[in-house]
């Protein structure tokens, strides 16, 4: 293979980080691009996900198979080549990295056996890393190394709060009259107005920390080669959230998955599961101030209470998504991806806050003393390492993928029509290897031709989509 300069067409994204300072105009008014590998943050991702990742031969196969991939820019191909060549500055900033549901259609099409959607679903491990604040929680988060850590926090904080409740209440004027008429008989060590102070407060730090990242990953966006030069807003902010939050309750993109369709059924019994009891919480937290409630707001709930009821079918729906999702990532792991410690950990602290919570009104009904006050203090353990770990854990998805995708929608980048035998519109980003021996060590880069790389997806035959 001749050496060659490293170029990206004029009309597309550019991909030089700084010029150097011998860079010579190339005949075709390409500019050459600089490239320093991470190799840390390379064996980083192999570990979360990517082992896959140095099979890819840039064939493109990957980019026609994704009904979700834009004509301009698409994915995953670009992402491969730039996580093979350890380019993480650019991975951080691309939003096409969360436009991905992780469906894996790209990944069975892959002629090679690599597995695309693994790599992505990486990548946005590494992209919570490295946007969290403070960085050392989310390191936490992600390695089992520190499981015992992470739940003997809320443990020690809640038996503190326990023991100090009194002191608290003078503090905060909650002991006056009246402030015991709403009574957690769950665990009455544990009154309404304690539970709410505790988790209002840790929540807020939760939440300040959350936007912190957020702020971090709207500007490291905007800076994304995807957009291109000089990207003109085709829709309002307003219009662009509306728009994002009628697909992700309709779950469009999920449904548009060929692999593995059963997903969507299991994330739509999770996620409004998940929505159903979070509006009983905040009703219940909310109760003594909520005007909408006009009669005396006595907790817990009966039985046949109409918030209970949705309470008890929120838990159901997601103990079965969750279920359903288990076995998919034991039964059918070719077609549901590799599945790290970063999914599993969020898979089990779902389902052990839905057992525990269960197995707390089972108690409760049936007046067990003190197994009811234990299996409440273990719930309220592993509920807060739900929330209050949130901004580390995976399921600061919907916070990161959200703010991609209302961008995305702002800028107009939506999912092609390459599938209905529509060429793309724009070239493909030219694939490139590190020379190995003397000349990688001086850094010169060798093109590598690729088929996918100037014109319409590779055919059917030749493991493309059909």
């Known amino acids: 293979m001749e050496s060659a300069e490293l170029t990206a067409p004029a009309d597309s994204v550019s991909l030089e980080q700084e010029e150097p300072r011998n860079a010579r105009a190339s005949p075709n008014g390409r500019k050459p691009v600089v490239v320093e ?13 990517g082992d896959s990742l140095k099979k890819c031969m840039q064939c493109g196969t990957c980019s026609a198979a994704c009904p979700l991939s ?18 993480k500055d650019r991975l951080m900033e691309d939003p096409d990295v969360w436009l991905c549901h992780h469906c894996n259609d790209c990944s069975t099409s892959c002629p090679r056996g690599t597995r695309p959607g693994d790599v992505l679903g990486g990548i946005r491990q590494q992209c919570i890393l490295h946007y969290a604040f403070p960085g050392f929680l989310a390191r936490w988060v992600s390695r089992p190394l520190f499981i015992p850590l992470l739940l003997a ?11 100090y409740r009194e002191p608290l209440g003078d503090a905060l004027g909650m002991t006056g009259p009246g402030m015991d008429a709403i009574v957690y008989s769950f665990m009455p060590s544990l009154p309404h107005w304690l539970i709410n102070s505790f988790f209002g407060f840790f929540g807020l730090l939760a939440f300040l920390a ?26 309002g902010v307003m219009a662009s959230l509306g728009s994002v939050f009628l697909k992700i309750f309709a779950h469009d993109n999920f449904t548009t998955c060929e692999t593995d369709h059963s ?22 937290i909310t109760g003594p101030y909520n005007p909408l409630i006009r009669s005396e ?3 817990p709930f009966s039985f046949w209470s109409p918030w209970k009821l949705l309470a008890n079918i929120g838990g159901l729906a997601l103990l079965v998504g969750l279920l359903l999702m288990i076995w998919e990532r034991l039964y059918f792991g070719h077609l549901a991806g590799t599945s790290s410690y970063f999914d599993w950990a969020l898979v089990w602290t779902l389902f052990l806050v839905v057992a525990t919570g269960f197995a707390s009104e089972v108690l409760h009904y ?36 959200t703010t991609a995708m209302v961008m995305a929608e702002r800028y107009g980048r939506e999912a092609g029509s390459h599938l209905k035998g529509v060429p793309y519109s724009e ?40």
């Open 263 to 284: 997903r969507s059924i299991s994330h739509f019994f999770v996620f409004f599961g998940f929505i159903a009891l979070l509006v009983v919480t905040l009703w219940i």
């Open 153 to 163: 926090i809320p443990a020690l904080l809640l038996g503190l709060a326990i023991r």
């Open 210 to 235: 959350a936007v912190v990242g957020l702020v971090r990953f709207t500007r490291g966006l905007r800076r994304s080669h995807v957009w291109g030069e000089d990207p003109k807003p085709v829709k």
């Open 366 to 401: 049936l007046r067990m003393v003190p197994h009811r006050q234990v299996a409440y203090f273990v719930h309220l353990v592993f509920v807060f390492a739900l929330l209050i770990y949130l901004p580390y854990s995976k399921l600061a998805h919907m916070l990161y993928r």
């Open 297 to 299: 707001f006595v907790y």
């Open 427 to 466: 070239p493909l980003p030219v694939a490139v290897s590190m020379r190995t021996g003397a000349a990688a060590a001086d850094g010169e880069l060798t093109a590598m031709p690729s088929s996918a790389g100037h014109g319409s997806p590779p055919p059917a035959g030749n493991g493309g989509s059909t």
């Open 70 to 87: 834009p004509d301009r820019n698409p994915f995953p191909r670009k992402e491969m080549a730039w996580a093979l060549w350890g380019m």
């Open 37 to 49: 590998p991470d190799l840390r943050f390379i064996r980083a991702l192999s570990r979360s996900g």
